[in-house]
């Protein structure tokens, strides 16, 4: 890459087909990289795929065909085994087949198939791209193969699929140990080893297995019930009520399986709560919390004829005593009897020590019935066991001990006095997790042994590899199967125990049977393999190579940088304290470490996982107190909030400064970043800009399906940016001179996103990549005037760039709209653009864009909320809160007062009354009386309406017809303006006789 040509990235980026591709990676069948270990953040496979190689392309002229063909290049399959054809055929009125396939055709196939869930063709990542084609044309084109790195690789998305486009080589990097590993693992190896290891790990498995099986199966006995043993275990933790001192378990739903009709019926058995596992049937649902419950009826043995509420004891943390009398019990009292109970059993020699109750048994086919007297037994056989070898366990560091480190997610289970590792664990599962961790260290040796010969120099490395898929497999156990696992009632299945991105809390917890071989270490060792045969497969036509590095990305991307510099680096950094993947791992690494820290010195060395250079925003690092106790007092404290921003967008410039030195002058470097709040966002570009970089482009990905066209709103919030960022020379300048550049670029680009099919939030955010594209070649921009920040003057580009998309998004939905209000110009554009619920950032963007001008108060406050268009909300977008706004619908409007707020009153104002007659069965002539006082602009809008508002919305997880456009459309059709103008007159005519009468009562006349 001599020259600093434009890259194909920095033109063109198939959002749509990637974005259906992302979200069908999402879905039922996970990719093998996916299944390999849990990693919090992993990007998907498509989209790192279609960076890669467009960032490793120079950019031309973009035909229909080009673009079809280089589609098919990339692996997207829908070409060839789609059929288009035949999809064709549907989609001309005719019924005859197009002539010419174009994207746009493409594009309505793949919609309707996303809409349909229907794909019929081989997912994106697992069909590999033409990599013999890329090799020769980056030949041809380059005179060489491209260098790649991603030196904050996590679970190894992006190197792995910049290696199967064909670059030469990739340097993976990471900080966190458990994230080397996964990297190692998933990569790596497989290139390196192939189906030999396939083989090679498949057969140490199953002697691992087999050996375990025999050490461990006194423990877990058949119930001589069924004459079968168990498959799982249901364990629910138990308080006392400190009045009535009666035992309750806390469950917070008496059902155990609700589609096979199992349930737990409560009696009170002297100074305990009993639960009985009985069949039942349904005989009223209700929902509470949105959660389904019913009224049951049991319809098999003793209790046969008996009806109760599966509604359980425990309801928002907080527990409820059968005893109507006693009070509820609080929180604070359920956390210090847990950490008593614990406290005073390992004082006794205990471990592994959880106030829980084994409540049913699960056997296959989801049949459940009570624990019986032999199942208890066993475990409390190795409960006794687990005692009496203690010492020696630890003497022999077969078990971990290390504190947990107050942190922002190790809270939560500290709260219940668990404060060491091994405490998240029952005493039968550290029992057998400590042989796992025998057998394994054992196993290296034999493998070693039998490896040598063959391998030769290679051996050590080769049987390491071996271990590493028999430790993570044994980190799938880890997940699955610990004391914050919970039970799925609807469908009778354990959810581990990083679902979401914490230690979360659980009232139940499932206990598997680690000998079973379809579920539990069986099941984790099988998936594992799995998943090493599918990488073998995806890697095996790979011509490049990889070197997997550990450390901070500030020194290794130059450590490792190869002469010259890298042609491409892509980094996705952890966005601000979202994800704590220190914290998190430490669950993993802890055990880890028991068997890797010889293999591994360079990562497994420390006790925990290091996290002093990672890049994360942490208030709790940067020094604040955390009161294990006091929740409210927790939320006060709040002074370390600008240390940690500050240490994070300091840590982000270093390694942002390293990679622009790693970089080749022609080389390009692409940021990924999770856009939730445009003002992080804004920070990082900021950041970008400051080490030297100019921004070239930048997209939105999304990895949600929009089930329609127009249905983006919620998925835009899930939107990550790809940011392109290059080495180019900058002419320093003033803010006036450059927003006029913009004025003067941005038509043209708008021209040319539209051309390509980009539509929606992708639009404005292309926008507003152009207007940094424009402003970074002038960086830093400057206000003469000498009173903007840096951050103010990027704000200033970015409202000019989304005012001149919005206003041509306005201009092309209808020129009318030009003149008219700036709430209902809002309401237009916000319902066409996001559906309902909108960032607070992206609302304020748009409030801005309609208003023109800059308010000195909160645009949102001025436009949207004192007209009374939309309520506060706070989503949860992928483990984090977003604050957000939802707008209201019209019938909700008027029913809560919200419209006639502010006057003038808003045109959009007098069309909801209108609708929410309609929606309440009203009829057209009442529905109309409210369009008589703006009937002439009544109409333009119902007609711009009609257009903007997508036909259907998602209520409820459903895509069902949208009523307001139903009504829209029904005024429009049923209206005519002459009907409207004879309202005018007529409500005119009323006027004044009500003007006439009221001065007669008056005695005025
Ligand atoms: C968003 S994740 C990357 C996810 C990855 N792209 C994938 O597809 O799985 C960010 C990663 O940055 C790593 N990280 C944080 N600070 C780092 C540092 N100073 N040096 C290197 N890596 C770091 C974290 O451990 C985390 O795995």
Known sequence: MSEVKELLIEKWFPIQECNIESARERGAQFPPLYRLHVYWTRKPQAASRIASILASLPAVKLSNEFMLRLLRSIGFKFLEEGSPEVLLRTLSDEKTLLKEFTREHLLLVLKKMARDKKFGYSQLYSASPNIEGYIRLFEKVWG???????????????????????????????????????????????????????????????????????????????????????????????????????????????WLDREKGFALYPTIDGSRVKLHVVKVKILEEYKVDNRKEAKVQIIEGKFKGRIFKTEGYEKGGSLRCPNQECPIIQSEELKSQYTEYLRSREDKGYRGVHRARLIAVQFAGRIYTEPTDEIIKAYCRAEEDLKRSWNKLVEEELIPLEEIPVGEKTIEPMRWGLTRWYQLFNARQLLIYSKIVYLIRKFYEKILFDVKEKFDEEAEDYAKAIVTYLTIAFGKLLDYNSTLTSWIKDRGVVEHTFKRHAYTWTWEFVELDITQEKASFGWALNNVLKSLSGLVEQLKECRGKILVTYGDATETTLKYMPKGGFDVLFTDPPYYGSIQHGELSDFFYVWYRLILRDLYPEAFSEPLVPKEEEAV?????????????????????????????????????????????????????????????????????????????????????????ARSLHIVGRAALRTSLLIVARKLPRNPSWLPEVLNEIKRCLPSRLSELERLQVWGPDFLMAAMAEGLRVASRYWPVRDPLGKLSPDDILDKILSLSTMLATSRILRRISPELVGIDAPTKFYILARRLYGDIISYDDARRLALA???????????????????????????????????????????????????????????????????VLEAGGSITKAAAHLAPVARDAFMLLRVLNYALPDEVVIKGKLVRNREKVHVTTLLHRLSEEELRSLIEYATEREVEQETLDKFLKGSI
């Open 617 to 705: 925003y942490n208030k709790v690092r940067m020094g604040k107190p955390i009161k294990v106790t006091d929740k409210r007092r927790r939320r006060r404290v709040d002074v370390f909030d600008e240390l940690a921003r500050k240490w994070y967008e300091d840590k982000l410039r270093d390694i942002f400064k390293a990679h622009y030195n790693a970089l080749r002058n022609d080389g390009v470097f692409i940021l990924w970043f999770a856009h939730k709040a445009s003002e992080a966002w804004v920070k990082t570009i900021k950041a970008l800009l400051d080490v030297g970089f100019v921004i070239t482009a930048i997209w939105g990905v999304r990895t949600e399906m």
């Open 144 to 254: 060489r193969r491209p260098i790649g790195g991603d030196f904050m690789a996590g679970g190894g998305s992006i190197p792995f699929e910049m290696l199967r486009s064909g670059y030469s080589t990739v340097i993976a990097g990471e900080y966190n140990p458990v994230a080397y590993l996964i990297l190692k693992a998933a990569i790596e190896y497989p290139l390196k080893y192939g189906e030999q290891l396939v083989k090679d790990v498949k057969n140490y498995a199953k002697d691992l297995l087999n050996e375990l099986k025999e050490s461990i199966k006194e423990y877990y006995p058949q119930s001589s019930d069924r004459n079968e043993q168990p498959k799982s275990y249901i364990w629910v933790r138990t308080f006392k009520c400190p009045k009535c001192g009666l035992e309750i378990p806390a469950v917070s739903s008496f």
């Open 850 to 916: 309609v208003l023109g001008t800059t308010p000195t108060e909160d645009p949102v406050n001025l436009v949207v909320k004192r007209s009374g268009l939309c309520t506060d909300k706070t989503v949860e977008v992928e483990g984090e809160r977003v604050k957000a706004i939802k707008l209201l619908d019209p019938w909700d409007r008027v029913r809560r007062g919200m419209v006639d707020r502010i006057k003038p009153i808003p045109l959009i104002d007098y069309i909801h009354k209108a609708i929410s």
